[in-house]
């Protein structure tokens, strides 16, 4: 009652006040808890970037050993957990997966979900950030028709989770190091981002104190959609169709531009950065680099960099100021990696987690009431039943 104005898209309202992540869009600047995203990504390892997101600081040594150790403690998944897994089908969409089996988890670890001390929300977040990598390499596993493993507690956290997901039976582990140091700027990048749809999701779904599992569970959903973090699996896949095409960029630019076409110009736009995403930059680097290192030509990158630099000189993406995001060359990198493209979404939700973490474990220790927003009601005023055969 009373109100009058809505906000759709909730494009002028704040939610929340929060101390983990600053981002300017105007300027196109991120950071987590003070640092910038470009110092993060150069320097930092993504365990101790998940620390600093969710407890505030980055750690001592001393402190990451402890984190470290606290999630290697929880890496073992109950067994029962295969059987779920075992009745999708080969052809199931990784992300409805991994979502499934998120919550499936909360089954097999009910002390997860009430929680209030701060105690109690710390086994949570060691729980999940040793048991979502399992679930990760599990989801590629079946896809591939590969036996299902645990990690390796001698390795680092990037490097176990590549272990998990890419060991074959026959074969020796190696790591490369170039994989490994891609992997790890990737899933800082995507570490976290403010109030954007998931994490929204995942504060709104745990205001009702519902646990960490199933906040996250609802937050790996909210993130499938192809305006979020699907837009990095519809972008190769429209690269790949563009490069089908015979490499046709102009007709698919007129496809974006078209009122009548729902075609997007997908990994571009945000609704926050008007100026380049300081993500895109560093990855579209890194995947120069990563290319280069790992002797790959795939002739989609080149198609990225023709598709970006026509859109950057065009007056309808200038004029509404639709420059690259995130996900418009992390493709390029995964595809490099050896990951599927139907995974793609997944490794950002892997990147995300401690984001959401952090943003959960943020709303809780500030008490914030239940997440319920109004509306205005514009259906039919009161009138009277009328029965079945006289309609
Ligand atoms: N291609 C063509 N036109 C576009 C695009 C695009 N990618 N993005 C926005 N526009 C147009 C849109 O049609 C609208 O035009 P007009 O003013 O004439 O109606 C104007 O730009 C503003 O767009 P909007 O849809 O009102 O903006 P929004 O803030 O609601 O949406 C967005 C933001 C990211 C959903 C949108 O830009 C989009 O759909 N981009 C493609 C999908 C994508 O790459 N998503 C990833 C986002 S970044 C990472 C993440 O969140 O996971």
Redesign the pocket.
């Known amino acids: 009652t009373g109100l009058t104005t809505i906000d759709p898209?909730f494009?002028n309202t704040g939610s929340c006040e929060s101390a983990i992540t600053f981002l300017d869009g105007e300027k196109g600047i991120l950071r987590y808890r003070g640092y910038s995203i470009e110092e993060l990504a150069e320097k930092a390892d993504f365990l101790e970037v998940a620390y600093l997101l969710i407890f505030g600081e980055l750690p001592n040594d001393e402190q990451l050993a402890k984190f470290h150790s606290d999630i290697k403690k929880e890496s073992h998944v109950d067994e029962e957990m295969k059987k779920i897994l075992d009745g999708f089908p080969k052809s199931a969409h990784p992300m409805g997966v991994l979502s499934s089996l998120t919550n499936a988890l909360i089954a097999f670890n009910p002390s997860s979900v009430n929680v209030s001390s701060e105690s109690d929300m710390y086994h949570a977040i060691v729980r999940i950030l040793a048991k979502f990598p399992v679930l990760v390499a599990w989801t590629l596993r079946k896809k591939k028709g590969l036996p299902l493993d645990y990690g390796d507690d001698s390795l680092g956290y990037v490097e176990n989770i590549h272990k998990m997901m890419f060991k074959r039976p026959s074969e020796e582990y190696k790591c490369n190091k170039i994989i490994i140091d891609a992997l790890d700027k990737l899933l800082i990048l995507h570490a976290d981002?403010e109030q954007?749809?998931s994490t929204s999701t995942v504060r709104i779904v745990g205001s009702s104190h519902a646990g960490l599992f199933a906040s996250l569970s609802a937050g790996i959903s909210a993130?499938w959609g192809?305006?979020?973090?699907?837009?990095?699996q519809?972008?190769l896949e429209m690269l790949e169709a563009i490069e089908a095409d015979g490499g046709d960029t102009k007709k698919y630019m007129a496809k974006?531009?078209d009122?009548n076409d729902p075609?997007?110009?997908?990994?571009?736009?945000?609704?926050v950065y008007k100026n380049f995403?300081p993500r895109a930059k560093i990855i579209k680097v890194a995947a120069d680099e990563v290319l280069n290192d790992l002797g790959i030509d795939d002739p989609i990158l080149a198609i990225a960099k023709g598709l970006e630099k026509e859109a950057l000189e065009d007056p309808?993406?200038v004029d509404?100021k639709?420059y690259p995001?995130?996900?418009?060359y992390s493709g390029i990198i995964y595809r490099a990696l050896g990951i599927p493209t139907e995974m793609f979404t997944v490794m950002?939700a892997l990147g995300r987690l401690p984001g959401w973490i952090a943003q959960w474990r943020e709303m809780r220790l500030n008490g914030e009431p239940i997440g319920r927003p109004r509306q205005v009601y514009v259906g039919e005023n009161l009138r009277p039943f009328v029965e079945v055969n006289k309609r």
């Open positions: 898209g494009k981002h954007n749809c993130l192809p305006l979020h973090g699907g837009a990095n519809a972008v974006a531009k009122k075609f997007r110009l997908m990994g571009f736009g945000h609704r995403d309808y993406f509404r639709l995001n995130v996900d418009f950002f």
